[in-house]
T-cell receptor
């Protein structure tokens, strides 16, 4: 069974550009989460999908971040326009249900220069 | 707001020793607690999930305990090996937060 996969693994973009991160959860997992770790800080929750619906997006930093999960399968996280402070590692996780064991992807390392 | 703290931040021990990693959380109203390891440049690997109704969970040389009332969890690693070297993260579900609330992790080095 394939795990959570994320693409790309690394991305270097200039300030002001747009970047889209993709996450494919484990098949059958309705719950999908995005997290972010910035340098020196702990991993922090960004948002939570149940199928295609956003359950909670209280962790999203600002309106430059847009997450979608069309059809309740894969999800994308778009940053537009990117700022220097958006640099970090973005993780995606999926689980069968809220509070169930969470499985994480390898992460996307985003560097904004 | 839930806060998770891990002590120590870093630990270096000789191979073969038993060791304990500590995790504390401020809000005891959690659904469960999950321990992960992260190797450099890699994602998070789930080690153990302890339900809020459980006191401990075991997997091989790993044993995790949970004391909700005191807001503490420990990860015990028996007979440590160099391959155990990694960053260990604990994270709570619930406690007023959606998603997992993470600690900063314990960076563990096992000396051969």
């Amino acid at each position: 069974e394939a795990g959570v996969t994320q693409f790309p693994s690394h991305s270097v973009i200039e300030k002001g550009q747009t970047v889209t991160l993709r996450c494919d959860p484990i098949s059958g997992h309705d719950n999908l989460y995005w997290y972010r770790r910035v340098m020196g800080k702990e991993i922090k929750f960004l948002l939570h999908f149940v199928k295609e619906s956003k359950q909670d997006e209280s962790g999203m930093p600002n309106n430059r971040f847009l997450a979608e999960r069309t059809g309740g399968t894969y999800s994308t996280l778009k940053v537009q326009p990117a700022e220097l402070e958006d640099s970090g590692v973005y993780f995606c996780a999926s689980s069968h249900g809220t509070g169930f064991e969470a499985f994480f992807g390898q992460g996307t390392r985003l560097t904004v220069v | 707001k839930q806060e998770v703290t891990q002590i120590p931040a870093a630990l270096s021990v000789p191979e073969g020793e038993n060791l304990v990693l500590n995790c504390s959380f401020t809000d005891s109203a959690i659904y469960n607690l999950q321990w992960f390891r992260q190797d450099p440049g890699k994602g998070l690997t789930s080690l153990l999930l302890i339900q809020s109704s459980q006191r401990e969970q075991t997997s091989g040389r790993l044993n995790a305990s949970l004391d909700k009332s005191s807001g503490r969890s420990t990860l015990y690693i028996a007979a440590s090996q160099p391959g155990d070297s990694a960053t260990y993260l604990c994270a709570s579900w619930g406690g007023g937060a959606d998603g997992l609330t993470f600690g900063k992790g314990t960076h563990l080095i096992i000396q051969p």
